[in-house]
């Protein structure tokens, strides 16, 4: 299993920026996605967005498409989600997953791996 540590979360204003880190161990990323869901008060976890480890591949929800962009570091077998134009409807708590469902995948179900969560508060 693949052992994730997020950070990078906190609070910022309607038409803000974030950027959230996830740094991965424990496995060879080759043949994953990683992904970004998130989870607001009384609210199904939800899909944000995810990336294909060994080509680079996005893919995004509509909901973040334009203004969230995933990418990720092999070097530090880091995955990033750089938020832009933040609104307080992306308040949640942010979690980062780890999966090998084929690329496209954004079941909270196709990934077997998580971490603990990072907040993002956006204030309006």
């Known amino acids: 299993q693949v052992q994730l540590v997020e950070s990078g979360g906190g609070l910022v204003q309607a038409g803000g920026s974030l950027r959230l880190s996830c740094a991965a161990s424990?496995?060879?990323?080759?043949?994953?996605?990683m992904g970004w869901f998130r989870q607001a008060p009384g609210k199904e976890r939800e899909f944000v967005a995810a990336i294909r480890w060994s080509s680079g591949s996005p893919y995004y929800a509509d909901s973040v498409k334009g203004r969230f962009t995933i990418s990720r570091d092999n070097a530090k077998n880091t995955v990033y989600l750089e938020m832009n134009s933040l609104k307080p409807e992306d308040t949640a708590v942010y979690y980062c997953?780890?999966?090998?469902?084929?690329?496209?995948?954004?079941?909270?179900?196709?990934?077997?791996?998580w971490g603990q969560g990072t907040q993002v508060t956006v204030s309006s």
């Open positions: 997953a780890a999966g090998t469902s084929p690329y496209g995948s954004s079941s909270s179900g196709s990934f077997g791996s």
């Open positions: 424990g496995r060879t990323l080759r043949s994953y996605n």
